[in-house]
């Protein structure tokens, strides 16, 4: 499945994989938010409610597509965040629901403002 995320700057494709917290979150879209910024993190209210799984991490790849149970929100990091521990790794606030990755290059989130929209649609195949 792919999805296409876009704010005023930029947009990003992103493949995820067949999960439950994937297929949650497709049933919800398209869906339009806020972005949230946390280091060198977006993330934004999705309004899905998912139970974490049981390969959920902490510390995950730039350009990651995880799901944030603790805050039913989209978490897409790009770089380190305030927590990170050795200033190059994307350290997730909790563990995660790993969802897919981002198709382009992460570093195009940089442009994404905290309070700008943010949408999220499902791509037709």
């Known amino acids: 499945m792919q999805i296409l995320i876009s704010w005023p700057a930029g947009h990003l494709t992103a493949t995820l994989d067949d999960t439950p917290t994937s297929q949650a979150l497709a ?3 398209p869906l339009v938010s806020t972005v949230r910024t946390w280091g060198e993190e977006v993330y934004f209210d999705t309004n899905v409610s998912v139970s974490r799984e049981t390969d959920a991490r902490q510390v995950v790849e730039p350009g990651t597509v995880a799901f944030w149970t603790d805050g039913d929100a989209l978490a897409l990091p790009y770089g380190p965040t305030p927590i990170s521990r050795d200033g ?25 403002r905290d309070g700008d929209p943010v949408r999220v649609e499902l791509v037709a195949v």
Do not use: F, H, I, Q
């Open 27 to 29: 049933k919800a879209l």
């Open 88 to 112: 190059e790794e994307c350290r997730l606030a909790s563990p995660c629901n790993v969802l897919g990755r981002l198709d382009g290059d992460p570093r195009l989130l940089a442009t994404a």
